[in-house]
């Protein structure tokens, strides 16, 4: 079991402290420390002031940030959470994460997602409802750009003749990409794409808000894994090969008075039996040193442990 943190800008307006370049290193720099495997960012480039005030939360560039952080670590592998996948042209994506994948010795993962916010569509001039059709065209070129030379596409949103793209990146055939999602969709994407799915728990109103399927329980998180290992199978698969992401319910949140290391340990166990290979780790955001803290923490009574 491997552990991930999604940098911890959980709010409207953020803490400055998160965001200057020593807050990151020095957040990036403590998970790698205490035994983290993944670092990343979110990515909302344009979130309306609607969404901001209901709950929503600022965002840093994730490629630009993740670059800096590669540069303060390691071992730390960069995985975003997520990259809205339709919002950018996928040659441009593939050049990014190429960028990263090379300048990091091979540490990039590209988790992407479909997307949810109208409004952010519209403010970057995104067809919403072609969204689904975007993301798989832009999943084939990003594919193929990365392991190929003199491409030729001819899709319903993406055309191009002759193209090559250096420097390639380092890992091989290409760096890892996780796809988001609770659907079967999402699950289908994995089959044909991927080589990582990154379901969340959502209830029912959250559900609806992020346009996904409800996800509330352990037991719904098996049968979706058991749906996703027959796609595999049925592609020629091994279901071994294809990691799984999801967040641990059982112990509270890092950082917090309450948490509990013990009941934490044991929820690990049972999503590592169903068949989850990653767990994305919540810390506080409500200052630099109690981030710090709640990771070195964790570290400690998790990680080393596990």
């Known amino acids: 079991m491997q552990f991930a943190i999604t940098h911890p800008m959980h709010s ?104 949810y916010l109208k409004r952010e569509f519209a403010a970057l001039g995104v067809d919403f409802d072609d969204r689904a059709n975007l993301f798989e065209e832009s999943l084939d070129v990003i594919r193929e750009i990365w392991t190929g030379d003199d491409l030729n596409y001819d899709g319903t949103n993406f055309s191009a003749k002759g193209i090559t793209a250096h420097p390639r990146p380092v890992s091989t055939p290409h760096p890892p990409i996780w796809v988001g999602g609770n659907t079967s969709a999402a699950r289908a994407r994995v089959a044909r794409y991927a080589q990582g799915w990154c ?22 998180l098996k049968a979706g894994i058991d749906d996703l290992h027959r796609r595999l199978d049925d592609a020629g698969r091994d279901p071994q090969s294809v990691d799984i992401t999801f967040t641990n319910g059982a112990g509270g949140t890092p950082g917090a008075a309450d948490f509990d290391a013990e009941e934490f340990l044991s929820g690990v166990g049972e999503l590592e039996a169903v068949g989850v290979t990653w767990i994305q780790v919540n810390v506080p955001g409500d200052s630099l040193a109690h981030a710090v803290e709640a990771i070195e923490q964790f570290g400690e009574t998790v990680i080393r442990r596990a």
């Open 199 to 220: 379901p969340f728990q959502a209830p029912a109103v959250l559900a609806q808000t992020a346009r996904t399927a409800a996800l509330e329980s352990v037991k719904q």
């Open 12 to 115: 409207h307006p953020y803490n400055p402290e998160l965001v200057s370049g020593a807050g990151i290193a020095r957040v990036a720099g403590a998970a790698e420390e205490a035994g983290f495997g993944g670092f990343g960012f979110t990515d909302h480039p344009a979130p309306s002031q609607r969404w901001l005030e209901s709950g929503g939360h600022d965002a840093l560039d994730p490629f630009v940030a993740m670059g800096f952080a590669a540069a303060h670590t390691t071992n730390l592998r960069l995985i975003p959470n997520i990259v809205v996948l339709p919002y950018r042209n996928p040659f441009v994506v593939a050049k990014a994460g190429a960028t990263l994948d090379l300048i990091s010795g091979g540490r990039f993962t590209l988790a992407v997602g479909v997307g």
